[in-house]
C-alpha cells in the first residue's frame, strides 16, 4: 500500500507542476495575442472621437452587444462590456492621452487579465496608422492564449478596418 500511495503522490506532484508551471509563467510576463495596424488619412481627432463615444462602439465593432463607461474617457474610468453571447466583462481605462493613444484593461476569469493598446502614429505626410495590441497576464494567460488568438485573429482585423472606414466617412454612422 505504501508503494500505491508513493506513486499516486508522485503523480499528483508531477500534476501540479505541470498545471502550476504555465500557472506561474502567466503570471509573471505578458503573452502577445495580437496587433492589427492600418493606415489611414482620417484626422487623429476623428478616430479619437470613435474611440472615446464608448457605447457607440457597437457601429464599428459588431462582436460587441453593448458597454458603457461609468465617467469620461479618461484614465482611470471602469466599465462594463457584454460580447456577443458572452457574460459581462468589467473593464479600467489604464493609460489616455487624447488624439495619441490609450489603453484598456479587461478582466478576465481565474485572475487573468487583458490589456488593448490602441495607437495612432502619425507618420508627417497626412497619413496615420491605428494600431491595436492585445496582450493577456496572468495565472490562466497561457491556457486562454490560443482560444483568444483564435477569436482575434478572425474578428479584430475586420473590426479596425470598420473603424477606420466609419472615421474616413466611407461608412454611414
Avoid at 5 to 26: N, R
Wanted: with cysteine; glycine share 10%.
Amino acid at each position: 500500500m505504501r508503494r500505491t500511495t508513493k506513486i499516486l503522490m508522485f503523480g499528483l506532484g508531477g500534476l501540479l507542476i505541470l498545471a502550476g508551471t504555465p500557472a506561474a509563467v502567466g503570471t509573471l510576463r505578458s503573452t502577445h495575442l495580437i496587433t492589427v495596424t492600418r493606415a489611414t488619412t482620417a484626422p487623429a481627432d476623428r478616430i479619437w472621437d470613435l474611440w472615446a463615444d464608448v457605447p457607440g462602439r457597437t457601429r464599428w465593432d459588431e462582436g460587441l452587444e453593448s458597454i458603457h463607461l461609468d465617467g469620461p474617457f479618461v484614465t482611470g474610468a471602469t466599465g462594463e462590456v457584454t460580447l456577443k453571447g458572452q457574460p459581462s466583462v468589467r473593464f479600467e481605462i489604464r493609460d489616455c492621452e487624447p488624439d495619441s493613444h490609450y489603453t484598456d484593461r479587461f478582466h478576465l476569469p481565474a485572475g487573468a487579465t487583458m490589456d488593448w493598446q490602441h495607437t495612432i502614429t502619425e507618420h508627417g505626410d497626412g497619413t496615420r496608422s491605428v494600431t491595436f495590441r492585445v496582450t493577456t497576464r496572468g495565472p490562466s494567460a497561457l491556457f486562454l492564449a490560443p482560444v483568444m488568438t483564435s477569436i482575434l485573429d478572425a474578428d479584430l482585423p475586420s473590426t479596425v478596418d470598420r473603424l477606420v472606414a466609419l472615421a474616413e466617412g466611407e461608412l454611414s454612422p
